[in-house]
């Protein structure tokens, strides 16, 4: 079973930036797509970027020229580089294969102040 180990979430101002990162148990990169995904308080938990096998990336609209997914397969390990940050991107972040195993980590908790 996959587990993936997140970090690097805190406490920001808006237009602050943070990078997380996510830790894999075993080697995904090379046969799954990755995400990023987040949830809010009383939301459902929604991708906002994903990478493809050979790096291609995709974001939602709302995180375009803000957000940039990245890996290093060598590592096992996908980042989040979130910049001009917004109170909006307050969340829970978690990092999962795309579509979603059914083994989801902790996450890392993002906060935005205005």
């Known amino acids: 079973q996959v587990q993936f180990v997140e970090s690097g979430g805190g406490l920001v101002q808006a237009g602050g930036s943070l990078r997380l990162s996510c830790a894999a148990s075993?080697?995904?990169?090379?046969?799954?797509?990755l995400a990023w995904y987040r949830q809010a308080p009383g939301k459902q938990r929604d991708s906002v970027a994903r990478?493809?096998?050979?790096?291609?990336?995709t974001y939602i609209d709302s995180v375009k020229g803000r957000f940039t997914i990245s890996k290093d397969n060598a590592k096992n390990t996908v980042y989040l580089q979130m910049s001009s940050l917004k109170p909006e991107d307050t969340a829970v972040y978690y990092c999962?294969?795309?579509?979603?195993?059914?083994?989801w980590g902790q996450g890392t908790q993002v906060t935005v102040s205005s």
């Open positions: 990478i493809s096998i050979g790096g291609t990336t």
């Open positions: 075993v080697s995904t990169f090379s046969v799954y797509y």
């Open positions: 999962n294969t795309f579509p979603p195993l059914n083994s």
